[in-house]
């Protein structure tokens, strides 16, 4: 979502490279172009301004370091603005009570439906037990979308078909809840297309009814300043805890996402990519700022990869590699777990640098699948045999696979290059290092 800014914000540091000390007249060139890159970015042109004096301030009262480059310098400060922009530090979910109750609120085509599921599944696990509620009485798909989520992650959902009334709805949820040891209850409300009397009367009515610990306002980040303007109209009915951004992996330009803390004054906790359950992070301002400015988000990439990676697979995978005996099969199983971290595009850009690199580069979730092909296509010898294939087997497997030639022989020149490397990386942690390295060299098309 944030490539366009990235580009355009290495575009105005670029004003300062070369140069050999800040002045008045080259920092306010850079700053007039950052800017810019923000308005363009559909960050509220008095957020953007804001900001931008303050980094102008600060440019002007800091004296450069002879390691440090003025264009090094002014990123940092940049990067210091944007996390304070963002609010500063993460803020975690509030759950507390018997059973704690969070309360989802938002338009329609946000994605609340979908985040209630894999907050749902965040929860749980964190061993705590979980209750979906169907609050949405005027969209039957609602309540069976809500119903497919809670059976995908093994959570129960509560909903009253007959029943019309959402504030009676949440409060036999919550009783339902206490009956059966359910510890937290999250409560799916019904959206609008717009902001309306009577949606807002009605979220209101449940809010007050229900005194959740925690209510949370679902937006959707591709809808620009309306996102800004909708989050104000809800804050001042309900006054919310938190921000959540959906859709965080489209293609719009970001600007939502770096204005709504600054005019809600409300934190953003969660950011939201994809539909698989598993997409879904806590929102940390230095990370987000991080990655808008191309340096990647490692540490939110190696915490998705320790949610999905199995310890004892590890050690598994760990000794065939000390051994040079890592296999197709073994190749398969990391794919999978790639696959349950989430949007590939998502992961990659947390790579440092691959950012810009990727500018060009289109990348499909569905990548793997010719790769899983080739695999799948090879018998159990030669997929725990590497070193045995031919060209005679090439072929073949080309033939069963549906894939041309090259591709079989440029799959073995990447298994065989990413055997290599995993091998190098063994004392860091090679098995992450491995899942790492095929979600950066396979899940890329040109």
């Known amino acids: 979502m944030f490539d366009n800014l990235s580009t355009k914000l290495d575009r105005a540091f670029k004003t300062l490279k070369g140069q050999g000390s800040i002045t008045e007249i080259n920092v306010a060139s850079t700053v007039k172009e950052i800017r810019r890159a923000l308005v363009d970015a559909d960050v509220n042109y008095k957020v953007a301004k804001e900001v931008t004096d303050k ?7 800091r004296e450069v370091l002879t390691a440090v480059s003025p264009g090094q310098l002014m990123v940092k400060i940049v990067y210091d603005e944007l996390t304070e922009l963002m609010g500063g530090e993460k803020q975690d979910i509030v759950i507390k009570g018997d059973p704690a109750v969070v309360l989802l609120s938002g338009l329609q085509g946000s994605g609340k439906t979908t985040f209630a599921g894999k907050l749902a599944s965040f929860i749980k696990k964190q061993n705590r037990t979980v209750l979906l509620v169907a609050a949405d009485v005027y969209r039957p798909a609602a309540i069976d979308q809500l119903k497919v989520l809670g059976e995908q992650i093994g959570v129960e959902v509560y909903s009253e078909v007959e029943n019309k009334n959402p504030v009676q709805i949440a409060q036999n949820a919550i009783q339902h809840a206490k009956q059966n040891n359910k510890k937290v209850v999250i409560i799916d409300t019904a959206g609008r297309l717009a902001v309306d009397e009577e949606m807002m009367r009605e979220i209101e009515q449940v809010k007050r009814a229900i005194n959740p610990s925690e209510t949370l306002f679902v937006v959707d980040s591709m809808t620009g300043q309306d996102a800004v303007n909708t989050a104000k109209s809800f804050n001042e009915r309900i006054n919310f805890d938190g921000v959540v951004l959906t859709k965080l992996d489209g293609d719009a330009r970001g600007g939502a996402a770096l204005s709504i803390r600054a005019v809600v004054e409300k934190p953003i906790k969660f950011i939201s990519t994809g539909e698989k359950m598993e997409a879904l992070d806590l929102f940390y301002p230095d990370r987000m700022a991080q990655r808008i400015l191309g340096m990647g988000d490692v540490i939110s990439l190696v915490e998705r990869a320790q949610q999905q990676f199995d310890e004892e697979e590890a050690k598994r995978i760990n000794q065939k590699i000390r051994k040079n005996q890592f296999n197709f099969d073994d190749f398969l199983s990391q794919l999978e777990q790639i696959k349950k971290m989430g949007n590939l595009k998502d992961l990659v850009g947390m790579i440092p640098g691959m950012g810009k690199a990727m500018k060009d580069v289109e990348i499909d979730d569905d990548a793997f699948k010719p790769i899983e092909a080739i695999i799948r296509s090879m018998t159990p010898q030669e997929r725990a045999n590497p070193d045995i294939m031919n060209g005679s087997r090439r072929k073949r497997i080309a033939a069963g696979s549906g894939q041309g030639i090259q591709q079989v022989n440029n799959l073995m020149k990447q298994f065989d290059e990413m055997r290599k490397m995993m091998r190098t990386m ?21």
Do not use: C, P, T, V
């Open 426 to 446: 063994n004392k860091m942690s090679q098995s992450k290092g491995g899942m790492l390295q095929m979600a950066r060299m396979m899940g890329m098309r040109r």
């Open 55 to 61: 980094i102008k301030d600060e440019a002007m009262g």
